[in-house]
C-alpha cells in the first residue's frame, strides 16, 4: 500500500542539529492506521459487478464551490507588512503533505474512487518522500457515511446525511484522507515546518471544524508550525493592488490579511492567521494561512533556507503532489483489478461528438 522514495544526501551544515530534529518516529504504520478504510473499500469492491462508464460526466457531477465573497476597500486600508529576513534563519526540518482522488468509473448505483496520499520531507539527511495508497472504494448512496468515516476510525462516525453522491464526493474523499495523514505528521514530528495544500478553513464536510482543530491544536506542543498554501485565491487578486511600490519593501515579505478574513461573512471558520505570501521575484502571490508557536517571520525565513522555491511556490509541495496524482497507467491499472471482480467496463458515447462530428470520424 505504501511506497517510499528515499534521495539521502548528508549535509555538514547543522549537523548536530539536523539529527536531533531526524530523531522521530519512522512513518512505516500506515497499515494500521488506516485498516478500518482499508477493510471498508475491500469490502465495498465485493459489490462491484455488472457494467460500469469509464467516463466522468461532469454535467451530472458538479463541484461544491466555497466562495469568499466580495472583497471591497482593501485598496483604501492601511495594511501590516512583514519582511522575511534571511539572515540568522536557521535550516528546519519540513513536510509537505498532499492527496489526490480519481474516478475511476460510474454507475447507476454507485462510483468507483481511487485516492491516494504522499508525504514529502526534507531535512539534513536530504529528501525522502512516502506514497501511501492507492485506496479503492465503491460508493453507493447505502455505504457512503460509514465508509468514508471509516477513514477516521477512532472518532465517531461524521454526519453524512444529506450528502449527495455527486462529483464533489471525489473532492471530499481526498480532503478526508489528507486530514489524516496531517494530523498523523503533526503528532509524530517535532520542532518542524509542514506544508498543507490549501487552506486552514473549517466547516463544510470535507473540512469539518473538530478535524482541522485538532491538527491544529496537536502541532503546537510538538514545537511544529504550520502554513498552508493556496494556489488559487481571491485573495491573490490584491496582489497587483499591495505592490511593493505601494508598500516599499521588497520580497520576500507577507502582508497580514486576517483582518479582512475575520470582516468577510464566510461560510467557513478559519483557523490561525492569513497572509499574502510574494516570498520569490516576479508577480507570484499566494495565500497561506499559519497556525505557528514561533513569529511568522521567523517561520518563513526558516522555510527560505530549508526549502527551495519554484515561482515562490516551496519545491516539497509540488513533489507531494506529484507523487500523490493518478497517472493513465494507474486507472488502466486499476481497471484491470474490477475486470477481475466481474465489473465489465466501457466509455459511453458523447452526444456533441454524435451530433457535430462529420459522419466518417474525422
Known amino acids: ?30 497499515e494500521n492506521l488506516f ?12 459489490l462491484v459487478n455488472g457494467v460500469y462508464s469509464t467516463e466522468f460526466d461532469e454535467e451530472v457531477f458538479v463541484q461544491n ?23 540568522g534563519a536557521v535550516e528546519r526540518q519540513v513536510a509537505a503533505i498532499d492527496t489526490s482522488s480519481v474516478v475511476v468509473a460510474v454507475g447507476r448505483d454507485g462510483v468507483i474512487l481511487g ?19 492507492p485506496f479503492i472504494t465503491y460508493l453507493t448512496p447505502e455505504n457512503i457515511s460509514s465508509t468514508l468515516g471509516s477513514i477516521f476510525g477512532d472518532l465517531p462516525p461524521l454526519d453524512m446525511s444529506g450528502y ?13 484522507l489528507e486530514k489524516k495523514l496531517q494530523e498523523h505528521v503533526v503528532k509524530r514530528f517535532k520542532d518542524s515546518i509542514i506544508l498543507l495544500d490549501g487552506s486552514l478553513s473549517a466547516g463544510p464536510q470535507d473540512n469539518p471544524l473538530r ?13 511544529n508550525d504550520i502554513l498552508a498554501f493556496s494556489k488559487t485565491s481571491i485573495l491573490q487578486s490584491w496582489g497587483s493592488v499591495f505592490t511593493e511600490d505601494k508598500l516599499g519593501v521588497e520580497p520576500p515579505y507577507v502582508i497580514d490579511m486576517t483582518w479582512l478574513i475575520e470582516r468577510l461573512e464566510l461560510r467557513v471558520r478559519v483557523l490561525g492567521r492569513t497572509f499574502l505570501a510574494r516570498l520569490g521575484s516576479g ?7 499559519t497556525a505557528t508557536c514561533r513569529r511568522i517571520e521567523e517561520v518563513f525565513g526558516s522555510l527560505l533556507r530549508s526549502d527551495p522555491l519554484i515561482y515562490g511556490y516551496p519545491e516539497l509541495l509540488i513533489l507531494a503532489h506529484d507523487y500523490c496524482t493518478f497517472t493513465k497507467s494507474d486507472v488502466i491499472a486499476i481497471q484491470s483489478m474490477l475486470r477481475s471482480l466481474g465489473a465489465e467496463l466501457f466509455r459511453e458515447g458523447s452526444i456533441r461528438d454524435m451530433l457535430f462530428n462529420p459522419i466518417d470520424g474525422r
Not at 517510499?4 to 536531533?20: L, P
Not at 508577480?283 to 494561512?289: A, C, E, L, P, Q
Open 283 to 289: 508577480f507570484n502571490v499566494y495565500r497561506v494561512d
Open 35 to 46: 485498516k478500518p478504510f482499508l477493510e471498508m473499500g475491500q469490502r465495498s469492491l465485493g
Open 211 to 223: 478535524l482541522v482543530s485538532r491538527i491544529v491544536e496537536e502541532a503546537k506542543p510538538r514545537g
Open 115 to 133: 485516492v491516494r496520499g504522499s508525504i514529502a520531507i526534507r531535512n539534513a539527511l536530504g529528501l525522502e518522500i512516502q506514497r501511501i495508497g
Open 65 to 87: 464551490e466555497w466562495g469568499f465573497g466580495p472583497l471591497e476597500q482593501a485598496e483604501q486600508l492601511e495594511v501590516s507588512v512583514i519582511s522575511i529576513p534571511l539572515e
Open 1 to 30: 500500500m505504501s511506497n517510499i522514495y528515499k534521495h539521502r544526501k548528508v549535509n555538514k551544515i547543522g549537523e548536530t542539529r539536523g539529527m536531533s530534529q531526524l530523531a522521530q518516529p519512522s512513518l512505516n504504520d500506515f
Open 164 to 176: 449527495q453522491l455527486d462529483g464533489s464526493i471525489q473532492k471530499m474523499l481526498a480532503s478526508l
